[in-house]
């Protein structure tokens, strides 16, 4: 089992950066592929990264390719999301979420764990 915390968000302007951080517990971590998903008002929940449990594979949406970084450091049983050049359409509330396969996934349905949340708006 894995609970998960995000933090970070908050009220940004256009070109902005922002970091977003999950906090896991639970000492099987290092086990799961992590995901960012986020959701935008009155839109469904879309991916926005996954990393692999050893952090060697990583795959982003093209809209964020070169802007957005997923990292993890299962030493300390955390996942970041660095978010450069933020636009106002990056505006949703983002979501950390532990997958118990082995490789990337972009489903919803593969993320069996999922933090609550944490805003992030940007204003141009």
């Known amino acids: 089992q894995v609970q998960l915390v995000e933090s970070g968000g908050g009220l940004v302007q256009a070109g902005d950066s922002l970091r977003l951080s999950c906090a896991a517990s639970?000492?099987?971590?290092?086990?799961?592929?992590m995901g960012w998903f986020r959701q935008a008002p009155g839109k469904e929940r879309e991916f926005v990264a996954a990393?692999?449990?050893?952090?060697?594979?990583?795959y982003y949406r093209d809209s964020v390719k070169g802007r957005f970084t997923i990292s993890r450091d299962n030493a300390k049983n955390m996942v970041y999301l660095q978010m450069n050049s933020l636009k106002p359409e990056d505006t949703a509330v983002y979501y950390c979420a532990a997958s118990r396969l082995r490789v990337i996934t972009q489903r919803f349905d593969d993320y069996g764990y999922w933090g609550q949340g944490t805003q992030v708006t940007v204003y141009s």
């Open positions: 639970g000492r099987t971590f290092s086990s799961y592929a």
């Open positions: 990393i692999t449990w050893s952090g060697g594979y990583i």
